[in-house]
Nanobody, 121 residues
Framework: QVQLVESGGGLVQAGGSLRLSCAAS????????MGWYRKAPGKQRELVVA???????NYADSVKGRFTISRDNAKNMVYLQMNSLKPEDTAVYYC???????????????WGQGTQVTVSS
């Protein structure tokens, strides 16, 4: 089973920046999409950004202009650059990759275990 591991979370002051990383344990045969989600205490998990090969990239209104998703195919990595962080960005952040593991595999959503981001005011 492919594993995704997030890193880069931590405590930062409002206005600061963090870059989250998501590493896949192996190379996928093909990737249909990737994204970052977050879950704050007492709230439902919400989409931060979703990128699909066919549909482009969609950011939540709350992070537009501040967050940027990127990918390094050679390293099997997905990143989330977060700038101008706000206290309301505090949450556990999860990466998701929708991919085929092998040529005959079905598309599957792979999730990481999450990394905590805390923004102090």
């Amino acid at each position: 089973q492919v594993q995704l591991v997030e890193s880069g979370g931590g405590l930062v002051q409002a206005g600061g920046s963090l870059r989250l990383s998501c590493a896949a344990s192996e190379t996928f045969f093909s990737i249909n999409g990737m994204g970052w989600y977050r879950k704050a205490p007492g709230k439902q998990r919400e989409l931060v950004v979703a990128h699909t090969v066919s549909g482009g990239t969609n950011y939540a209104d709350s992070v537009k202009g501040r967050f940027t998703i990127s990918r390094d195919n050679a390293k099997n990595m997905v990143y989330l650059q977060m700038n101008s962080l706000k206290p309301e960005d505090t949450a556990v952040y999860y990466c998701k990759v929708t991919a085929k593991r092998a040529i005959l595999s079905l598309l599957y959503d792979y999730w990481g275990q999450g990394t905590q981001v805390t923004v102090s005011s």
